[in-house]
Protein backbone atom coordinates (compact mmCIF):
# COMPACT_ATOMS: atom_id res chain seq x y z
CA UNK A 1 0.00 0.00 0.00
CA UNK A 2 1.44 3.21 -0.87
CA UNK A 3 2.16 6.29 1.61
CA UNK A 4 -0.22 8.66 -0.08
CA UNK A 5 -3.20 6.16 0.20
CA UNK A 6 -2.37 5.26 4.22
CA UNK A 7 -2.25 9.40 4.41
CA UNK A 8 -5.36 9.11 2.22
CA UNK A 9 -7.67 7.04 4.58
CA UNK A 10 -5.76 8.77 8.15
CA UNK A 11 -7.28 12.02 6.97
CA UNK A 12 -10.74 10.19 5.83
CA UNK A 13 -13.35 13.20 6.13
CA UNK A 14 -15.39 13.18 9.81
CA UNK A 15 -18.21 13.23 7.34
CA UNK A 16 -17.13 9.77 5.50
CA UNK A 17 -16.11 7.97 8.97
CA UNK A 18 -19.94 9.14 10.67
CA UNK A 19 -21.86 7.87 7.38
CA UNK A 20 -20.30 5.30 7.49
CA UNK A 21 -21.48 4.32 11.29
CA UNK A 22 -24.60 5.97 10.42
CA UNK A 23 -25.14 2.78 8.40
CA UNK A 24 -24.66 0.20 10.75
CA UNK A 25 -27.88 -1.69 12.12
CA UNK A 26 -29.42 0.09 9.04
CA UNK A 27 -30.60 -2.50 6.25
CA UNK A 28 -29.57 -0.79 2.97
CA UNK A 29 -33.01 -1.36 1.67
CA UNK A 30 -36.63 -2.23 2.45
CA UNK A 31 -36.34 -6.02 1.12
CA UNK A 32 -33.13 -6.48 3.33
CA UNK A 33 -35.00 -5.23 6.21
CA UNK A 34 -37.91 -8.00 5.51
CA UNK A 35 -35.86 -10.31 5.23
CA UNK A 36 -34.01 -9.81 8.07
CA UNK A 37 -37.30 -9.77 10.91
CA UNK A 38 -39.06 -12.70 9.12
CA UNK A 39 -41.49 -10.17 7.32
CA UNK A 40 -41.44 -10.53 3.80
CA UNK A 41 -43.67 -13.22 3.42
CA UNK A 42 -46.22 -11.77 5.76
CA UNK A 43 -45.83 -8.42 3.72
CA UNK A 44 -46.50 -9.86 0.14
CA UNK A 45 -49.92 -11.48 1.64
CA UNK A 46 -50.55 -7.64 2.44
CA UNK A 47 -50.89 -6.91 -1.34
CA UNK A 48 -49.09 -4.27 -3.45
CA UNK A 49 -51.02 -1.30 -2.27
CA UNK A 50 -50.07 -1.45 1.89
CA UNK A 51 -46.09 -2.58 0.21
CA UNK A 52 -46.10 0.92 -0.55
CA UNK A 53 -47.55 2.40 2.63
CA UNK A 54 -44.75 0.22 4.46
CA UNK A 55 -42.19 1.01 2.41
CA UNK A 56 -42.66 4.68 2.59
CA UNK A 57 -43.10 4.49 6.35
CA UNK A 58 -39.36 2.59 6.08
CA UNK A 59 -37.53 5.11 4.46
CA UNK A 60 -38.75 7.58 6.08
CA UNK A 61 -37.27 6.21 9.70
CA UNK A 62 -34.11 4.94 7.98
CA UNK A 63 -33.93 8.58 7.16
CA UNK A 64 -34.33 9.77 10.31
CA UNK A 65 -31.94 6.77 11.99
CA UNK A 66 -29.21 7.97 9.47
CA UNK A 67 -29.39 11.54 11.08
CA UNK A 68 -29.40 10.38 14.15
CA UNK A 69 -26.40 8.53 14.01
CA UNK A 70 -24.40 10.84 11.73
CA UNK A 71 -24.96 13.34 14.64
CA UNK A 72 -21.42 13.52 16.53
CA UNK A 73 -22.83 15.20 19.68
CA UNK A 74 -25.43 12.38 19.64
CA UNK A 75 -26.38 10.56 22.79
CA UNK A 76 -28.20 7.73 21.58
CA UNK A 77 -27.88 5.12 18.64
CA UNK A 78 -30.78 4.48 15.91
CA UNK A 79 -31.45 1.14 14.34
CA UNK A 80 -33.86 -0.83 12.70
CA UNK A 81 -36.47 -3.05 14.70
CA UNK A 82 -39.44 -5.10 14.28
CA UNK A 83 -41.38 -1.46 14.00
CA UNK A 84 -39.59 0.09 11.55
CA UNK A 85 -42.25 -0.42 8.97
CA UNK A 86 -45.08 -0.02 10.91
CA UNK A 87 -48.13 2.52 10.28
CA UNK A 88 -49.16 5.26 12.02
CA UNK A 89 -52.42 3.42 12.83
CA UNK A 90 -50.19 0.21 14.03
CA UNK A 91 -48.15 2.70 16.18
CA UNK A 92 -51.13 4.63 17.79
CA UNK A 93 -52.54 0.88 18.48
CA UNK A 94 -48.73 0.46 20.30
CA UNK A 95 -49.22 3.52 22.53
CA UNK A 96 -52.97 4.04 23.87
CA UNK A 97 -52.66 5.87 26.83
CA UNK A 98 -54.57 9.23 27.57
CA UNK A 99 -53.76 10.64 30.64
CA UNK A 100 -56.26 12.86 32.63
CA UNK A 101 -54.37 15.61 34.18
CA UNK A 102 -55.18 19.05 36.30
CA UNK A 103 -58.25 19.55 37.77
CA UNK A 104 -60.02 17.27 35.07
CA UNK A 105 -58.07 14.45 36.93
CA UNK A 106 -58.70 15.13 40.33
CA UNK A 107 -62.27 15.56 39.09
CA UNK A 108 -62.40 12.00 37.14
CA UNK A 109 -60.78 10.40 40.13
CA UNK A 110 -61.83 11.85 42.55
CA UNK A 111 -64.30 8.42 43.68
CA UNK A 112 -60.86 6.67 43.92
CA UNK A 113 -58.66 5.64 46.79
CA UNK A 114 -55.64 7.93 46.58
CA UNK A 115 -53.06 8.06 49.14
CA UNK A 116 -50.27 10.88 49.18
CA UNK A 117 -47.26 9.85 51.28
CA UNK A 118 -45.31 13.26 52.30
CA UNK A 119 -41.46 12.96 51.37
CA UNK A 120 -38.62 14.79 52.97
CA UNK A 121 -36.91 17.38 51.47
CA UNK A 122 -32.96 17.35 50.17
CA UNK A 123 -32.66 13.19 50.51
CA UNK A 124 -29.43 12.08 50.33
CA UNK A 125 -30.78 9.63 47.59
CA UNK A 126 -28.05 7.33 45.57
CA UNK A 127 -26.96 8.08 42.61
CA UNK A 128 -27.84 5.08 40.52
CA UNK A 129 -30.97 2.88 41.39
CA UNK A 130 -31.89 -0.33 39.14
CA UNK A 131 -34.75 -2.52 40.70
CA UNK A 132 -34.04 -5.11 37.96
CA UNK A 133 -31.16 -6.12 39.99
CA UNK A 134 -33.47 -7.15 42.94
CA UNK A 135 -36.32 -8.50 40.82
CA UNK A 136 -34.79 -11.57 39.22
CA UNK A 137 -38.04 -13.13 38.48
CA UNK A 138 -39.89 -10.68 37.47
CA UNK A 139 -37.73 -9.13 34.82
CA UNK A 140 -39.51 -9.95 31.43
CA UNK A 141 -40.21 -7.59 29.18
CA UNK A 142 -44.09 -8.41 27.35
CA UNK A 143 -45.02 -7.63 23.94
CA UNK A 144 -48.32 -5.50 24.04
CA UNK A 145 -49.27 -6.82 20.93
CA UNK A 146 -51.61 -4.47 18.39
CA UNK A 147 -53.94 -3.41 21.32
CA UNK A 148 -53.54 -0.08 23.64
CA UNK A 149 -52.46 -1.33 26.24
CA UNK A 150 -49.83 0.00 27.85
CA UNK A 151 -51.36 1.25 30.90
CA UNK A 152 -52.04 -2.26 31.69
CA UNK A 153 -48.69 -4.16 31.04
CA UNK A 154 -47.36 -1.37 32.55
CA UNK A 155 -49.38 -1.42 35.84
CA UNK A 156 -49.04 -5.48 35.77
CA UNK A 157 -45.21 -4.92 35.62
CA UNK A 158 -45.01 -3.01 38.29
CA UNK A 159 -47.73 -4.72 40.51
CA UNK A 160 -45.30 -7.96 39.93
CA UNK A 161 -41.93 -5.95 40.68
CA UNK A 162 -43.36 -4.61 44.07
CA UNK A 163 -45.25 -7.82 44.94
CA UNK A 164 -41.21 -9.57 44.51
CA UNK A 165 -39.72 -6.45 46.70
CA UNK A 166 -42.26 -7.60 49.19
CA UNK A 167 -41.03 -10.86 49.31
CA UNK A 168 -43.49 -12.79 47.14
CA UNK A 169 -41.54 -14.27 44.79
CA UNK A 170 -42.43 -14.95 41.34
CA UNK A 171 -45.86 -13.27 40.63
CA UNK A 172 -46.45 -13.15 37.01
CA UNK A 173 -49.78 -10.93 36.75
CA UNK A 174 -52.54 -11.86 34.34
CA UNK A 175 -52.65 -8.27 32.85
CA UNK A 176 -56.08 -9.14 30.85
CA UNK A 177 -57.56 -9.56 33.85
CA UNK A 178 -56.59 -5.43 34.33
CA UNK A 179 -57.23 -4.85 30.56
CA UNK A 180 -60.74 -6.47 30.06
CA UNK A 181 -61.98 -5.46 33.61
CA UNK A 182 -60.51 -2.54 35.00
CA UNK A 183 -64.01 -0.05 35.39
CA UNK A 184 -63.78 3.40 33.25
CA UNK A 185 -66.94 4.88 33.20
CA UNK A 186 -66.18 7.75 33.51
CA UNK A 187 -63.62 7.58 30.74
CA UNK A 188 -60.11 8.40 32.19
CA UNK A 189 -57.39 7.97 29.97
CA UNK A 190 -59.96 6.54 27.38
CA UNK A 191 -62.37 4.51 26.80
CA UNK A 192 -60.84 1.34 28.77
CA UNK A 193 -59.48 -1.97 27.30
CA UNK A 194 -57.43 -1.49 23.63
CA UNK A 195 -58.87 2.22 23.84
CA UNK A 196 -56.51 3.24 26.85
CA UNK A 197 -57.17 3.58 30.03
CA UNK A 198 -54.61 4.74 33.42
CA UNK A 199 -52.67 2.97 35.83
CA UNK A 200 -54.39 4.73 38.72
CA UNK A 201 -57.23 2.79 36.99
CA UNK A 202 -55.72 -0.53 37.24
CA UNK A 203 -54.12 0.11 40.95
CA UNK A 204 -57.63 0.78 42.20
CA UNK A 205 -59.22 -2.07 40.14
CA UNK A 206 -56.68 -4.49 42.06
CA UNK A 207 -57.36 -2.72 45.27
CA UNK A 208 -60.71 -3.57 44.94
CA UNK A 209 -60.85 -7.27 43.68
CA UNK A 210 -57.47 -8.20 43.09
CA UNK A 211 -55.65 -9.09 39.73
CA UNK A 212 -55.27 -13.28 39.07
CA UNK A 213 -51.39 -15.11 39.04
CA UNK A 214 -51.04 -16.55 35.63
CA UNK A 215 -50.44 -19.87 35.96
CA UNK A 216 -49.13 -22.47 33.22
CA UNK A 217 -52.51 -24.03 32.53
CA UNK A 218 -53.59 -20.69 31.70
CA UNK A 219 -54.33 -19.04 28.09
CA UNK A 220 -52.41 -15.50 27.55
CA UNK A 221 -55.23 -13.42 25.40
CA UNK A 222 -59.17 -13.80 25.49
CA UNK A 223 -61.61 -11.65 27.17
CA UNK A 224 -62.44 -12.02 30.65
CA UNK A 225 -66.15 -10.71 31.06
CA UNK A 226 -67.85 -12.63 33.91
CA UNK A 227 -64.87 -13.93 35.06
CA UNK A 228 -63.57 -10.60 36.41
CA UNK A 229 -62.39 -11.27 39.78
CA UNK A 230 -64.11 -14.62 40.01
CA UNK A 231 -60.66 -17.01 38.92
CA UNK A 232 -59.31 -18.66 41.75
CA UNK A 233 -56.29 -19.41 42.87
CA UNK A 234 -53.01 -16.47 44.64
CA UNK A 235 -54.56 -12.93 43.60
CA UNK A 236 -52.25 -9.58 43.84
CA UNK A 237 -53.99 -7.02 46.05
CA UNK A 238 -52.95 -3.67 47.34
CA UNK A 239 -53.77 -1.29 49.87
CA UNK A 240 -54.15 1.55 47.28
CA UNK A 241 -51.70 3.83 44.89
CA UNK A 242 -49.51 6.84 45.25
CA UNK A 243 -49.79 10.09 42.49
CA UNK A 244 -46.79 11.48 42.65
CA UNK A 245 -46.24 15.23 42.11
CA UNK A 246 -46.84 15.92 38.51
CA UNK A 247 -43.76 17.69 36.02
CA UNK A 248 -41.09 17.95 39.17
CA UNK A 249 -38.37 15.82 38.60
CA UNK A 250 -37.18 15.39 42.23
CA UNK A 251 -40.82 14.05 43.44
CA UNK A 252 -40.18 10.85 40.80
CA UNK A 253 -36.69 10.26 41.70
CA UNK A 254 -37.56 10.14 45.31
CA UNK A 255 -40.44 7.92 44.16
CA UNK A 256 -38.29 5.24 42.87
CA UNK A 257 -35.64 5.62 45.26
CA UNK A 258 -37.65 4.97 47.92
CA UNK A 259 -40.83 3.35 46.86
CA UNK A 260 -40.20 1.38 43.89
CA UNK A 261 -41.15 1.20 40.27
CA UNK A 262 -43.37 3.60 39.28
CA UNK A 263 -45.48 3.90 36.00
CA UNK A 264 -45.22 6.74 33.97
CA UNK A 265 -46.49 8.56 31.15
CA UNK A 266 -43.99 9.74 28.10
CA UNK A 267 -44.25 10.30 24.50
CA UNK A 268 -43.22 7.23 22.57
CA UNK A 269 -43.94 8.70 19.10
CA UNK A 270 -40.49 8.51 17.70
CA UNK A 271 -39.56 5.36 19.85
CA UNK A 272 -39.49 2.79 17.13
CA UNK A 273 -35.93 4.01 15.62
CA UNK A 274 -34.28 3.32 19.82
CA UNK A 275 -31.33 1.26 19.81
CA UNK A 276 -29.44 1.88 23.13
CA UNK A 277 -28.06 5.05 24.70
CA UNK A 278 -29.93 8.46 26.34
CA UNK A 279 -32.97 9.21 23.94
CA UNK A 280 -33.11 13.42 23.88
CA UNK A 281 -34.75 13.39 20.81
CA UNK A 282 -38.32 14.85 21.94
CA UNK A 283 -39.03 18.38 21.98
CA UNK A 284 -40.40 20.14 25.06
CA UNK A 285 -43.94 20.22 23.74
CA UNK A 286 -44.47 16.54 24.16
CA UNK A 287 -47.66 14.43 22.92
CA UNK A 288 -47.90 12.05 26.10
CA UNK A 289 -49.35 8.82 24.62
CA UNK A 290 -47.62 5.97 26.31
CA UNK A 291 -47.52 4.22 29.32
CA UNK A 292 -44.01 2.83 30.62
CA UNK A 293 -42.41 1.40 34.01
CA UNK A 294 -39.32 3.39 35.21
CA UNK A 295 -37.33 1.12 37.20
CA UNK A 296 -34.42 2.95 37.56
CA UNK A 297 -32.47 6.07 37.27
CA UNK A 298 -28.73 7.02 36.80
CA UNK A 299 -26.55 8.71 35.12
CA UNK A 300 -23.24 8.05 32.59
CA UNK A 301 -20.33 10.21 30.53
CA UNK A 302 -23.78 11.03 27.99
CA UNK A 303 -26.04 12.64 31.16
CA UNK A 304 -28.57 11.85 33.63
CA UNK A 305 -31.47 9.02 33.01
CA UNK A 306 -34.42 7.31 33.84
CA UNK A 307 -34.34 4.01 33.09
CA UNK A 308 -37.40 2.98 31.40
CA UNK A 309 -39.43 -0.64 30.69
CA UNK A 310 -41.05 -0.28 27.48
CA UNK A 311 -43.69 -3.24 26.33
CA UNK A 312 -42.73 -3.44 22.76
CA UNK A 313 -40.67 -6.61 23.37
CA UNK A 314 -36.81 -7.57 24.53
CA UNK A 315 -35.80 -6.99 20.78
CA UNK A 316 -36.28 -3.53 21.05
CA UNK A 317 -34.07 -1.08 22.46
CA UNK A 318 -31.65 -1.82 25.90
CA UNK A 319 -33.47 -5.71 26.28
CA UNK A 320 -36.70 -4.48 25.89
CA UNK A 321 -35.75 -0.93 27.79
CA UNK A 322 -35.13 2.92 26.95
CA UNK A 323 -33.14 5.49 28.79
CA UNK A 324 -34.37 9.33 28.85
CA UNK A 325 -32.44 11.96 29.56
CA UNK A 326 -33.30 13.39 33.08
CA UNK A 327 -33.23 17.15 33.73
CA UNK A 328 -32.93 18.65 37.64
CA UNK A 329 -35.94 20.70 38.75
CA UNK A 330 -34.63 24.09 38.01
CA UNK A 331 -34.35 27.27 40.76
CA UNK A 332 -38.23 27.86 40.07
CA UNK A 333 -41.40 25.85 40.21
CA UNK A 334 -40.27 23.40 37.28
CA UNK A 335 -37.57 21.91 35.80
CA UNK A 336 -35.91 23.23 33.15
CA UNK A 337 -37.77 21.07 30.28
CA UNK A 338 -40.85 21.92 30.32
CA UNK A 339 -43.57 22.55 27.17
CA UNK A 340 -47.02 22.29 25.93
CA UNK A 341 -49.11 19.56 24.52
CA UNK A 342 -51.08 21.72 22.10
CA UNK A 343 -53.11 18.52 20.36
CA UNK A 344 -54.81 17.13 23.83
CA UNK A 345 -57.40 15.51 22.41
CA UNK A 346 -54.92 13.14 21.24
CA UNK A 347 -53.61 12.17 24.61
CA UNK A 348 -54.00 14.19 27.52
CA UNK A 349 -57.48 16.04 27.65
CA UNK A 350 -60.44 15.17 29.19
CA UNK A 351 -63.15 13.64 27.37
CA UNK A 352 -64.36 17.10 24.93
CA UNK A 353 -61.52 19.19 26.55
CA UNK A 354 -58.93 20.60 23.95
CA UNK A 355 -57.35 22.85 26.53
CA UNK A 356 -52.93 22.51 26.09
CA UNK A 357 -51.79 21.36 29.09
CA UNK A 358 -48.02 21.95 30.70
CA UNK A 359 -45.53 19.07 30.17
CA UNK A 360 -42.26 18.83 31.35
CA UNK A 361 -39.70 16.25 31.78
CA UNK A 362 -37.96 14.43 28.35
CA UNK A 363 -41.04 13.41 26.43
CA UNK A 364 -43.50 14.32 28.97
CA UNK A 365 -42.24 11.79 31.46
CA UNK A 366 -43.02 13.54 34.51
CA UNK A 367 -46.94 14.31 33.62
CA UNK A 368 -48.49 11.61 35.35
CA UNK A 369 -46.49 8.93 37.35
CA UNK A 370 -48.59 6.42 40.00
CA UNK A 371 -47.01 3.40 42.19
CA UNK A 372 -48.88 0.82 43.97
CA UNK A 373 -49.12 0.57 47.48
CA UNK A 374 -48.91 -2.57 50.16
CA UNK A 375 -48.89 -5.10 46.95
CA UNK A 376 -49.19 -8.59 48.38
CA UNK A 377 -50.03 -11.63 47.46
CA UNK A 378 -53.36 -14.11 48.74
CA UNK A 379 -55.70 -16.90 48.02
CA UNK A 380 -59.59 -16.72 46.63
CA UNK A 381 -61.98 -18.98 46.51
CA UNK A 382 -63.51 -16.49 43.20
CA UNK A 383 -66.30 -15.33 44.61
CA UNK A 384 -67.12 -11.51 44.17
CA UNK A 385 -65.34 -9.15 46.91
CA UNK A 386 -68.60 -6.12 48.59
CA UNK A 387 -66.76 -3.78 46.18
CA UNK A 388 -67.54 -6.30 43.19
CA UNK A 389 -70.70 -6.59 43.99
CA UNK A 390 -71.90 -3.07 44.38
Not at 200 to 228: H, I, N
Not at 259 to 283: H, K, L, M, R
Request: hydrophobic letters at 35%; one cysteine or more; charged letters at 20%.
Amino acid sequence: MSLLLVLLQLLQPQATRLATEASVGLPQNYSSFLQAFGLLERRLKEGPEMWKIREEAFWSRHTMATKQNRDPERRWVAAASHLFDATEAEMKEMTGYTPKTSASMHKALGFLHIQSLPLPENLALPQDVDWRQHTPTSNFVRTQGSCGSCWAVASANALEMHAELNGHGSAGVAYEEILSCTPNTRHCGGDGGCSGATAELAFQYVKDSGVVMRTPEMAAGGVWGERCGMQPGQRIWTDGFVRVTPNLAQPLVQAIAMQGPVVVSADATNWETYSYGIFDSCSKDARVNHAVLAVGYGQSASGKYFLIRNSWGGMWGEQGHIRLLRFDDGPGPSPAFCGTDYHPEEGVACQGETRPVKVCGMCGILLDSAYPLGVRVESSTGERSSAQKM
